[in-house]
Every structure is written in structure tokens, then in C-alpha cells.
């Protein structure tokens, strides 16, 4: 009997189950939706309010933070999943309403998945709960770093003695250093700043103004001193979030500029300092400095303490003469001397005279066309990355004997080094990044005016334009506008010689549509942030247009563009670009096309890329671009596929984000050639905050479950990568695993995280012999890795790891031990350590089975040059 009653029951649960459970969604169609309703709203304040922690956090130059903006994706996508159901709702509500019976399949298959997304959305109000939304992008107190320049100057002391006291003083909030251009007022403010910070006057220190950051939350801080250097005019504090109110005695600014009058007069400075020239004692001892004792040895002593002299005791012109005269011989010196002391042509007088003369020295003593073509660039393009040096100077046919984009970069960066160490540059942020004095520009520019005819309009210089007059336009070879404020472009641009255009930062300026009918020999057209909407029709008479730069500006039709059959170089970086046209695939020119930053375009018709067969650069990874298969190839597919990337023979630089990694072909041949690249697999792209440009050079990130590179359960080696990230549920079980791999040998950075799959990141138990894994590895980063129980497992050689310098492992609660004794003992480099919320962890190096040392007592690991150390 009771064997009749199991197999009833079981008969029951098989036939009536079915029939029950879809009756069930049917009876809480209402409820269902009413539950979605209530989640879907409560979803979207909660990402509209985190929306707004982000766009505020970027105005404040904020890096957000990437899991946060992983959530708010995942959001906005739940969100549109949502109303689509909610849509299908409602069209089979209306059907019912005209008479028809409600579809009893629908409902239920409406109700279920109303129910489905009802408590994806909870569980996204879960994951929702952020510590912090940001971090920041430059590292703190960066403008205060380097030492190396400063040089305590006897006639200086007191002056630095009194801004320290001045900073001390409780009555002044407001304190002024002021002095001619290259005197040496932000060198000396910056080591005040260093002073101050390391007598514990301040607990913080911010150069606001060449750094971009405003600070916002000055209130909260008790003692904090804010450095605005070379302040032009009259700047109010208030407007950009600097108080000072007397009850705010801990907030004080430090300002420097070029006149005592916008110090007193215009920032009511409550008390100001004059910085003079060096003495001819303090001038020696600089010049010395640069060249060495060299000088102090015969007729050459004589020939320097007379250059020096005419230096006129200004740093700004010491130094570069210093640098251009290194090395060189007693007739060169002599020369340089006759030079310094011959009258200038250039309607200049008095002390700026000098400074501009000693720079025109140093630029004379350039040994190399380019380089001094690559200085003039610089000064009147206003250009401050090797990547603006690269474009501009590749269309202007700069560099000489250069064949690929590949030597052109390495050409352009040996360039800005070699300006760098002329001292006519200075170091940027970044080793992609660079600046050059304001003195030192206006140099430039006044020699660009003179030997190459060139034009240019800084705001701050002249905010009123007065242009050339007809002749002078017509021997004229750049126009450099920068910041301009133009109210209208004059009608009928003669300019025959013109080379170079540029105009940056005027978005409210609009291009006549015949414009460039008088300028059709122009090889390189810059611009930046402006409103071209539609771009001009003269634009495709520019025939031998070589650079083509439309970066963050608004766009529509950009058909035209087609035209302009010679040109090498087209960036739209930032632009609101949507589409690019079928019109590109003409470009068969093109050596590089830079769509970095354009967030809006979504569509590249098929044919397009796979016709650029001379492309060796491209940038396009933060478009949402859903890339075609090779499969569906059919009139009606709006998207290129990646196969077509195989037929850009030339390619080795590539920048993409690949969403699907169900479009990714089998046969990645442009793998094979690619010497740079940066290619991330998931939904989303993400930069290094610090790091800009290709400064690491290979970088793989695969995101959210893209099972692309995975081969039977572990990731397919590529040789040349760098910089791997891992992010998702990937379906691996080791990141190293297969007997004879290499071991990721260019490997420097690792990055694993919200992997439940992994077990350990290096499996060697199947290999014949000790493999060797990571020998260049620095970083190694852990992550919400629930099931890894090992980073190493088997045998490996002394050189694995030998290289790490960082180690950071976060929610690895299976995890009892970050590395083997053997492994720890050849950590010589280790400079951070750092293992949190790990459950069960029992030792940070662990003795394995065999280890000799196991059951020795005395078991040391000589960490000599560990710095943090966080558990």
C-alpha cells in the first residue's frame, strides 16, 4: 500500500506541478507587477543619486571607482529590461481591452519574469552599498615632490625665513610672492610648501590651479595652505570653493605672480614678497651647477663668468645656456658669448630681453632641425602630451627618416627628452605629459613669429584679436588660436603658405562654410571643443591635408571627411561622433584613427575598417560598439565585424572594448603583429589613473563572464602581455596551469577578481619539471576569489615572482597561506604587503611537504625591502 501511494504522489507531482505552477504566475500577474513597479522605482532614485556622487566626483578630477560604475551600468541595463517587460504589458492589456481573451501563456511568461527581474533588482539595491564612490586620480601633494632644483641662495634665505613666519601668523590668511617670469618664485613657493608640510604647519598642501583641483570641502579642514601659482588678474577665492572667513584662521593661500599690483590691488594680499635676481655670486654658483667644474679651469672660467654676467642673475636664462654650452668647446662658448651680447632683433628690451636672448641661445644650439621645429611646435601649438607632438608633427612632416607610426612615437618621445634635458621643457604628471615655462613659450613663439611667420592669440596675452593684414596673411605658414574668445572669423582667408591651424576652446565660434577656400595647401587642422555642426564644405577642398584633429568637439554628418583622400592622421577623440559613415572606408591613407573617448558612437558600417589597409594605430576603446560576427555578414547588419581587423596587415597598436565575446572570430591574426595594445573584454573600460597614453604597453582585461581566451578551463597564453585583468565569473580553474607554458614571461601586472571557478593562480603539478611563472611579475592583485585555496601549486624555479613588488589579497576566504616558504625566500623586491578580510587565513609564508626548512625551527624570511605591511 504505501508503495501506491509514493508512486501516486510522485504521478501527482509530475502531472499536476506542470499544471499548477504556471496557474500560480498567473493568479500574481498583478502582484508581480506591482512589486517591479515599486523596485524599478526605488532602483532608479537609487542610481540617480549615485549618477549624481559620480558626475560630481568627476568634476572634483575624481577617478570612480570601478565595481561603482560596473553597478550603474548593470542598473541603467536592469532598468531598460524592465520597461521592456512593462511595455509587453501593456500592448497585451490594449489586446484584451479590444475584445480579445487575455493570452493565458503570455501572462504567465509576463508574470514570471516580472517576478525575475523584481528580485534582480533587490539584489542590486544589495550590492548597491558603497563605502566610496572615488579616489583620486593624481596622488597627493604630486606638485610638491622633487627637490633637485631648488638651491638655498644666500639672498633668499631671509625671504623664505619671512613667508614661513608670514604662514605662522594667525592674522594672515592671504600671503603674496611676486617677481618677473623665470625669477625662481615657483620653485621657491614650492619648497615653502615642502617646509610648511614638514614642520607640521599644515596638515595638507594643494596647488590648486595648474593641478585642476578645487577644493570643496576646505571648511572641514583645520589647517590646510593652498598654492595658486602665477596668478594673471583678479581671481575670486569664494567662486571656486576657497573660504576665507575669519573663523577659517587654518585655511591660508600662498599666491605667486608677476606684479605687486595684482597681489595688493586685486587679491588684497595682506602681505607680499619681491623676489630679485641672484647676486653675481648665487648666478656662478647656479651656472656651476649645471656644467660642472669644467669651467673653472683657464681661459674658459673667463669666457662663462662673462656669459654668465649677461645672464642678468634670471635662472630662467642661466640654465638653459648652462645646458646648450655642456661639452662644448672654447670657440663655441666665445661665440655663444658674441651672441648673447649682439643687439636683438625682436622688438624686446629690458630684463625679458635677456631672459628670451639666453633662450634663443639654447634653441640655436639645438643640434638637430627637428628639434628645434619640435620646440617651435610646442611653444605655439600649446601642446603638453608626446601623443599632440606625434600627431602634429607626423602631418607637418617633422620627423625625418621616420617609415612607421611605431618610430614616429619613439622619435617624438626622444625629442621631448632631449628638450627636457636642454631645460626647455619640464616633466608633466606623467612620462606622456609635459609643460613649458611661460617664459620660455612666449620665446618660442616670438622666434616662430619671426623665422616661420607664424600667428598666434593666447587669451591671456591679448584678448582682442588684430589680425595680419592681407600681406603678412599671405606668407604666413600657422595660425595657432588658443582660448581666444573670437567673436567672428574674418571672410576670405588668403593664406597660400599656410601649413598649420589650430583653434582650441571656443565652442561658442562658428567656421564659415567657405573658410578654407583660401588656405588649400594646409597639412594639419586642430579643433578642439568647438561646435561644427555642420562641418564646412570648404572642408574637402583641403586635398593635402595630412592631420586631421576634431577632438571633443560636437559633430553631426562627417560624410567629408571621406574627401580628404591624403590624410594620414584623424582623431576625434571625445567627440559626440554616433556613427562613422561608409564614406571613411576611402581614407586609404590613413596610418592612424584615434575614436578614443567617444562615448555616443555606437555604429561602424561593415567594410569600413577592413578599407584602411595602410592603419597601423587604432584607439577605440571606450565606444559601446556591438561588434557584428562573422556569420550574420547581410545587408541589414549595421555593425562591423572584428574579422575585419585581420585585414589591416600594417596594425600594431590597438586600443578596443569588446562587450560580446561571442563576436570575437576564432583566428585573431592581428594578434600576431600587434606591438601595443589594450584590449578589454566585458562591458566596460576603465583607465589607470596615474598612468595615460600606451606607458604599459600590453594590457588584456576581460570582464563579467567573457569566456574568450580560455582554453579548456584556463587562459590562452599571450606572450607580449604586461598588464592582465580579470574580472567575473570566467570558467577557469587556474590562470597557469598547462605544462610547457611559458609562464606569462613579459607579465607586470595580474589582476583577478569576483571569480568563484579559480582554485589557485599557478598549477605545476602535472609538469614534468619546475616551471618558471611570472619572472617579471610586480603586482599581483586578489579579489572576492571564494574558492581559491592556493596561489601556487607544484614545483616552480627561483626566478618565478622574483620581480613582485605588491601584493594585495582581499576576500579569499578559503585562502590559508599567500605563498610557499620557497617562493617567500626569493621575494627580495617586496615592497607592500596587504591581506584583508581573508577568513581563514593562518600564515603569509607557508612551509610546504619536503621543504627542507619544515621542520627546522629557525625558518627566516628577509623582506629588506618591505615598506607596508597591512593584515
Known amino acids: 500500500m504505501e508503495i501506491v501511494i509514493s508512486v501516486a504522489a510522485k504521478f501527482a507531482e509530475y502531472l499536476v506541478a506542470p499544471i499548477i505552477h504556471p496557474f500560480t504566475y498567473c493568479c500574481t500577474y498583478k502582484t508581480n507587477f506591482e512589486k517591479l513597479n515599486n523596485e524599478v522605482d526605488k532602483l532608479k532614485n537609487a542610481r540617480d543619486s549615485m549618477q549624481c556622487k559620480v558626475d560630481d566626483s568627476r568634476i572634483k578630477g575624481d577617478g570612480i571607482q570601478q565595481h561603482v560604475e560596473e553597478w550603474l551600468f548593470a542598473a541603467n541595463k536592469e532598468i531598460n529590461e524592465v520597461e521592456t517587460i512593462i511595455e509587453d504589458k501593456e500592448n497585451s492589456n490594449n489586446r484584451c481591452l479590444k475584445g480579445l481573451c487575455p493570452n493565458l501563456r503570455a501572462r504567465y511568461q509576463l508574470s514570471k519574469k516580472a517576478e525575475r527581474e523584481a528580485n534582480t533588482i533587490v539584489g542590486l539595491h544589495e550590492k548597491g552599498r558603497f563605502d566610496s564612490v572615488s579616489f583620486r586620480t593624481i596622488p ?3 606638485w610638491l615632490k622633487s627637490t633637485q632644483d631648488f638651491m638655498h641662495f644666500e639672498s633668499r634665505k631671509s625671504t623664505f625665513k619671512e613667508i614661513l613666519d608670514a604662514l605662522s601668523n594667525r592674522d594672515f590668511n592671504m600671503i603674496g610672492v611676486y617677481g618677473m617670469g623665470g625669477i625662481g618664485k615657483t620653485t621657491l613657493v614650492k619648497e615653502v610648501g615642502r617646509q610648511a608640510k614638514e614642520n607640521n604647519l599644515f596638515e595638507k598642501s594643494h596647488e590648486t590651479v595648474r593641478a585642476g583641483r578645487l577644493l570643496e570641502r576646505l571648511k572641514k579642514e583645520k589647517k590646510i595652505l593652498i ?15 576657497i573660504p576665507l572667513a575669519d573663523d577659517n584662521s587654518g585655511c591660508k593661500v600662498l599666491l605667486t605672480a ?45 669666457v662663462a663668468t662673462e656669459i654668465v654676467k649677461e645672464c642678468a642673475g634670471l635662472p630662467i636664462a642661466i640654465v638653459p645656456v648652462a645646458r646648450a654650452l655642456i661639452n662644448k668647446r672654447l670657440f663655441e662658448w666665445k661665440d655663444s658669448l658674441l651672441e648673447l651680447r649682439r643687439p636683438s632683433f625682436r622688438n624686446i628690451s629690458g630684463t625679458l630681453e635677456v631672459a628670451y636672448k639666453s633662450i634663443e641661445l639654447s634653441y640655436n644650439h639645438l643640434n638637430r632641425e627637428e628639434l628645434k621645429r619640435t620646440f617651435l611646435l610646442i611653444g605655439y601649438a600649446f601642446i603638453s602630451c608626446v601623443k599632440d607632438v606625434l600627431y602634429h608633427g607626423m602631418g607637418l612632416g617633422l620627423f625625418q627618416n621616420i617609415n612607421t607610426s611605431e618610430e614616429a612615437w619613439d622619435r617624438a618621445h626622444t625629442l621631448v627628452d632631449k628638450l627636457k634635458k636642454s631645460c626647455l621643457l619640464v616633466d608633466g604628471n606623467t612620462s606622456e605629459r609635459f609643460s613649458m615655462h611661460d617664459v620660455v613659450r612666449d620665446a618660442a613663439i616670438s622666434i616662430a613669429s619671426g623665422d616661420q611667420h607664424v600667428f598666434v592669440v593666447e587669451s591671456e596675452v591679448a584678448p582682442q584679436i588684430i589680425w595680419p593684414d592681407k600681406e603678412k596673411l599671405k606668407v604666413c605658414t600657422a595660425i595657432s588660436l588658443i582660448y581666444s574668445n573670437i567673436s567672428e572669423l574674418p571672410q576670405g582667408f588668403e593664406c597660400p603658405q599656410l601649413k598649420y591651424f589650430r583653434i582650441g576652446n571656443d565652442p561658442s565660434l562658428r567656421i564659415p562654410d567657405n573658410f578654407f577656400t583660401g588656405m588649400t595647401g594646409l597639412k594639419v587642422l586642430d579643433f578642439t571643443e568647438m561646435h561644427l555642426l555642420p562641418l564646412p564644405s570648404s572642408l574637402g577642398l583641403l586635398q593635402n591635408l595630412q592631420t586631421l584633429c576634431l577632438n571633443y568637439c560636437n559633430l ?3 560624410a567629408i571627411i571621406g574627401d580628404l583622400k591624403k590624410l594620414e592622421i584623424l582623431s576625434l577623440r571625445g567627440s559626440d561622433v554616433e556613427k562613422l559613415v561608409g564614406e571613411m572606408g576611402q581614407l586609404t591613407q590613413l596610418r592612424l584613427l584615434d575614436l578614443s573617448k567617444c562615448f555616443e558612437l555606437k555604429v561602424i558600417p561593415p567594410n569600413v575598417i577592413s578599407s584602411l589597409s595602410r592603419l597601423e594605430e587604432l584607439y577605440i576603446g571606450e565606444s559601446p560598439i556591438q561588434w557584428g560576427t562573422v ?15 585581420n585585414h589591416l596587415s600594417k596594425l600594431t597598436s590597438l586600443e578596443i572594448l ?8 576564432s583566428d585573431l591574426l592581428f594578434f600576431k603583429i600587434l606591438k601595443r595594445y589594450r584590449i578589454f573584454i566585458g562591458y566596460l573600460w576603465s583607465d589607470d589613473p596615474i598612468l595615460d597614453g600606451f606607458s604599459r604597453k600590453f594590457k588584456l ?3 563579467n563572464g567573457a569566456n574568450i581566451c580560455l582554453n579548456e578551463g584556463h587562459i590562452m597564453q599571450l606572450k607580449g602581455i604586461e598588464d592582465l585583468s580579470l574580472h567575473g565569473l570566467l570558467d577557469m580553474k587556474n590562470v597557469l596551469c598547462e605544462p610547457g607554458r611559458e609562464g606569462f614571461p613579459q607579465l607586470k601586472h595580474l589582476e583577478v577578481r569576483d571569480n568563484r571557478s579559480l582554485f589557485c593562480v599557478v598549477d605545476t603539478v602535472d609538469c614534468a619539471t619546475a616551471l618558471t611563472a611570472f619572472p617579471l611579475l610586480e603586482s599581483l592583485f586578489l579579489e572576492d576569489l571564494g574558492n581559491l585555496e592556493k596561489i601556487c601549486r607544484g614545483s616552480l624555479t627561483a626566478e618565478s615572482f622574483c620581480k613582485l613588488k605588491n601584493i594585495r589579497v582581499q576576500r579569499c576566504d578559503k585562502l ?8 617567500g625566500r626569493g621575494l627580495q623586491q617586496l615592497q607592500s604587503i596587504e591581506v584583508t578580510k581573508c577568513q581563514n587565513m593562518e600564515v603569509i609564508f607557508a612551509a610546504d611537504r619536503g621543504d627542507e626548512s619544515s621542520n627546522n625551527n629557525t625558518q627566516v624570511i628577509e623582506l629588506t625591502q618591505l615598506r607596508t605591511l597591512e593584515l
Open 556 to 558: 553631426g554628418d562627417i
Open 258 to 302: 608677476r606684479s605687486q599690483d595684482v597681489l595688493s590691488c586685486k587679491m588684497d594680499c595682506q602681505q607680499n614678497f619681491f623676489v630679485d635676481v641672484l647676486n653675481e655670486k648665487e648666478a656662478w654658483s647656479l651656472f656651476r651647477k649645471m656644467t660642472g667644474d669644467c669651467i673653472e679651469n683657464g681661459e674658459l672660467k673667463s
Open 140 to 142: 597627493e601633494e604630486t
Open 658 to 665: 569588446i562587450q560580446d565575446e561571442k563576436t570575437i572570430p
Open 701 to 703: 582585461k576581460i570582464t
Open 631 to 645: 556569420e550574420g555578414l547581410d545587408s541589414e547588419r549595421r555593425n562591423a565585424s572584428l574579422h575585419e581587423l
Open 227 to 241: 598654492i595658486l601659482d602665477d596668478i594673471w588678474g583678479g581671481l575670486d577665492l569664494e567662486a571656486i570653493g
Open 816 to 823: 590559508k597561506n599567500v605563498f610557499p616558504l620557497l617562493i
